[in-house]
């Protein structure tokens, strides 16, 4: 069976914009049982700012007092060289740089132009190395910007082309707000792919306008093996008002299922863990699988009888 | 550009479990806003017993008001031959027979084995002709029931031979509790148009497990032009508890707008037409788009500046 490879981004992208201060011994269970139910890769939390992002001003705590399951990757997302020592010293197993296509929502994100992002980078890589931290890169806006519009496949690709001259193979591309669909995502995830070989390429989506799982539908079927997504959909962006948040960890994992992709993720379990989440964020969660029952309840009920 | 025929299924579909009346002044206003809006194809209301839906009680009256736009096609779904009988009366241009791909669930909804309801469908096609009313029809939970599981695809070919040994053509292959997957719904519509070239084949889905629209795009991915939406997400069905409605027009309407399909539906006045559903529902819709507004919108004015 084909294996994805999937990232459970509820712990930062999930909680980086939730209302509620989600207290540090409630996450480590949560990103513990996350491990422990087979997700294979974790962003864990943000090293950021804690003015900028006070949700997640714990990560320090959070990443030493974790257990590390043997296998799974714990992962966080850094803006800058600052965050980058932080990520090193509490043993991150990679680092997340994240950039944007739209040279407006850089701007507007970071507060620097995209050039500019990547001589931040530089300083990081030259950091990591000898570490046990890895970079890996993302593309924010890949698919479109709310500030600037389209964005071209090139302006993308001139980016991939930035990370990997940096050593970085691992590259997201991030619809952070919604606006990739079908055709488009096929189009750039097979370009990408054909491009540049030697890069490992991820896909980041967002169900902000429905089209979440038609778009990972699109990208598995032109070989994209590697997805984020958040449990019970949570997560967002400021600069997308409306929006609703990642794709949906429970209902993307019983799609793969029942496709027949292998994902190494105990289902009923990640179902279970909604109840758990619910509490920590104190209101209830999107996804569908999580009110309707997996369609495997139903056959094999009935089945049974 | 590939045209894509859509049905708009709310005022059918989306009230028949609405537990508010909708008056029928209000039905009235949405078919002719809905057709004016360039729907092709509306399924106005049923004609069953006024016991079993009482919502839909008034489908002689709303047939014998609404404007009917020249080109629009208005259907109704009809049970058994007294229907049909008030069908021809209304001058409804098709009536929808619906057998269910599962005994248990045939018998559950409609109290009689699939055999049955074929001697029935026999009826109803002898009593239609000579008469302006066409018959279609549809074979609920195609791919799968919650009171049976799996339905194999020989039961779904076998229905789909029943229909066409009656001269009925068009045929939508339901999914009505949500039970579908992307490679099951390809393969299947795959392999229908592939068997009975004869056939005009539609599809009816549901978003109960939020796989709706990366079904739909597996189905346009095999040729399907022929989708069932429904405004809001309305709908549901009372044998799948939680399950959420049909698959969104506005939502669906969308994605195939950014995908160069032509539907002759203007996006921007169903968005608008969400405030007088969600007044004669008397509660919130679902859909995306409703809610993040259009990835057109952000493209338009981004590229104004």
Same mark, same amino acid.
């Given at each position: 069976m084909t294996q994805i490879q999937l990232t459970e981004v509820v712990m930062r992208d999930g909680l980086q914009i939730e209302p509620s201060n989600v207290p540090t011994e409630t996450k480590l269970v949560l990103i513990d049982r996350l491990a422990a139910l087979g997700v294979p890769r974790l962003e864990v939390s943000s090293f950021v700012s804690p003015k900028a992002v006070p949700t997640l001003a714990d990560a320090d705590e959070v990443f030493a007092r &974790?257990?590390?399951?043997? $296998?799974t990757v714990y992962a966080a997302l850094v803006m800058n060289p600052r965050g980058a020592e932080r990520a090193i010293v509490a043993r991150a197993d990679e680092v997340v740089l994240v950039v944007s296509a739209s040279e407006a929502h850089n701007l507007a994100n970071v507060g620097r132009d995209i050039a500019e992002s990547f001589k931040g980078f530089a300083t990081i890589t030259a950091m990591l190395k000898g570490t046990a931290t890895n970079a890996c890169g993302a593309i924010a806006m890949?698919? $479109?910007? %709310?500030? @600037?519009g389209d964005v071209p496949e090139s302006r993308v690709f001139s980016i991939i082309e930035n990370y990997l001259a940096l $050593? &970085?193979?691992?590259i997201s591309l991030a619809d952070t707000t919604g606006m990739a669909y079908p055709t488009q995502v096929g189009s750039l995830c097979e370009r990408a792919q054909q491009l540049y070989p030697e890069a490992v390429f991820g896909l980041h989506l967002h169900d902000t306008r429905g089209l979440g799982l038609a778009n990972a539908y699109a990208a598995l079927n032109v070989g994209m093996r590697r997805f984020d997504a958040c449990l019970g959909g949570l997560g967002g962006c400021p600069?997308? %008002?409306g929006a609703s948040g990642n794709i949906c960890t429970e209902d993307f994992v019983h799609m793969l299922h029942l496709m027949g992709? @292998?994902? $190494? &993720?105990d289902l009923d379990g990640l179902l279970d863990l909604r109840t758990a989440m619910e509490a920590a964020v104190g209101h209830p969660l999107l996804g569908q699988v999580g009110k309707a029952g997996t369609r495997a309840q139903f056959t094999r009920c009935a089945t049974k009888v």
């Open positions: &974790i257990k590390r399951k043997a $296998g890949s698919f $479109g910007c %709310p500030l @600037e $050593g &970085i193979r691992q600069f997308a %008002p992709f @292998e994902t $190494g &993720i």
